[in-house]
């Protein structure tokens, strides 16, 4: 499977308790991107990385959050001291970006975390 | 104003109906559009990317109106598949993607 995936796929943990998730985007992708969505919206992007750089953080993402690329190559995304409003489907994806055009985003099935 | 915005509908159309979506953006140096379709509890799927020029592939057509700043998907002769959530997607000021919140479509028999 050449796909974009995710670990775990669900997640419940107790308000206050850290939680990391992990995501292996496609390999020829060059941009990581992390994205949060409840019920009724769209995904709200939370912060990108072009190989190991982070590029971005989303004001959404408190200091609470922190994301990592070691190597460019897999992701992690981990929340610390997790409160009942951080109960979402967390969402990766990857994407090349050539030539200054986007070709559009690979989403991974998610990770939906519920917290308690 | 929001960034990107969508009717969240629902639309429920009859097998065979042909129906129509828009999708509002604010940046008006924007330059990728996108539109992805999303089923109940999946992950969003790639459907369209969206030209200057239009894009059709089979029963579905994106069109871009710069001047108006909306993107539209046209769906033709919709089948029961059809039935899920459209997610415009749209890219602002950077390179990331700011999406809409969806509009749900359900097409009945």
């Known amino acids: 499977d050449t796909g974009v995936s995710q670990d775990p796929r669900h997640k419940i943990t107790k308000r206050g308790q850290n939680v990391t998730f992990r995501c292996d985007p496609i390999s020829e992708h060059n941009r990581l991107y992390w994205y949060r969505q409840t019920l009724g919206q769209g995904p709200e992007f939370l912060t990108y990385?072009?190989?190991?750089?982070?590029?971005?953080k989303s004001r959404l993402l408190s200091d609470r959050f922190s994301a990592e690329r070691p190597k460019g190559s897999f992701s992690t995304l981990e929340i610390q001291r997790t409160e009942q409003g951080d109960s979402a489907m967390y969402l990766c994806?990857?994407?090349?970006?050539?030539?200054?055009?986007?070709?559009?985003?690979?989403f991974g099935s998610g990770t939906r975390l519920t917290v308690v | 104003r929001k960034e990107v915005e969508q009717d969240p509908g629902p639309f429920n159309v009859p097998e065979g109906a042909t129906v129509a979506f828009n999708c509002t953006y604010s940046n008006s140096a924007s330059q990728s559009f996108f539109w992805y379709r999303q089923d109940c509890r999946k992950e969003p799927k790639l459907l369209m990317s969206?030209?200057?020029s239009g894009n059709e592939d089979g029963r579905f057509t994106a069109q871009l109106n710069r001047a108006s700043q909306y993107i539209s998907l046209l769906i033709r002769d919709s089948k029961l598949s059809d039935s899920a959530t459209y997610l415009c997607?749209?890219?602002?000021?950077?390179?990331?993607?700011?999406f809409g919140t969806g509009t749900r479509l359900q097409v009945f028999p």
């Open positions: 994806a990857s994407s090349l970006l050539g030539r200054g055009r986007n070709y559009g985003y690979t």
């Open positions: 997607a749209v890219n602002m000021y950077t390179d990331k993607l700011i």
């Open positions: 990385f072009q190989n190991e750089a982070q590029l971005e």
């Open positions: 969206v030209y200057s």
